[in-house]
């Protein structure tokens, strides 16, 4: 897959995600998710069910949230890679964590569901050429490129594994 010089627009607070991401966007992605997969495989259903503070997200409702925001992310770089100038609205994290009932969902499940996800993100990812990538869209008010939406998908994923491996297991 070509890759894009650097990612030119996204909001700042997304920079920390970006950074995780360095080099084949498509590799990364894969090597994110494998990474993801072997941690998450060693977590029971009980295990997953628990939150490491009261008002704190299940490893299950992580599993979900990343689920979610994967493909809401993936839409928006369709969307952009496209050319598609039309602004898109953003989405409230906590709403769709709430409304998913992930907890009642097996690990096998969720984590059948992430890896095809995944699969598709990849796939949609190398189809992008260079100038795919470097074109620019308006999701939640603010620009980003559509390679900038890949390496927050992998940046997002590995900050979120990095809290489960410090604060679940």
Request: aromatic residues 10%.
């Amino acid at each position: 897959m070509p890759q894009a010089q650097s990612p030119k627009a996204f909001p700042a607070y997304y920079n920390y995600y970006i950074s995780l991401s360095e080099g084949d966007l498509a590799a990364n992605l894969r090597k994110a998710h494998d990474t993801t997969q072997i941690i998450l495989s060693r977590i029971s259903d009980a295990d997953a069910e628990k939150g490491y503070a009261p008002g704190k997200w299940t490893i299950k409702e992580i599993i979900q949230h990343l689920i979610d925001s994967e493909r809401i992310f993936a839409y928006r770089a369709l969307r952009f890679a496209r050319a598609d100038e039309t602004p898109l609205m953003g989405f409230e994290q906590d709403d769709y964590v709430a409304m998913a009932y992930a907890n009642k969902r097996s690990m096998q499940a969720l984590m059948r569901e992430f890896a095809c996800v995944r699969d598709a993100s990849i796939v949609l990812f190398e189809s992008f050429d260079t100038e795919m990538l470097e074109r620019i869209g308006t999701a939640n008010k603010t620009e980003a490129t559509v390679e900038s939406i890949g390496r927050v998908i992998v940046g997002h994923e590995i900050h979120h594994m990095d809290v489960i491996k410090s604060k679940y297991l």
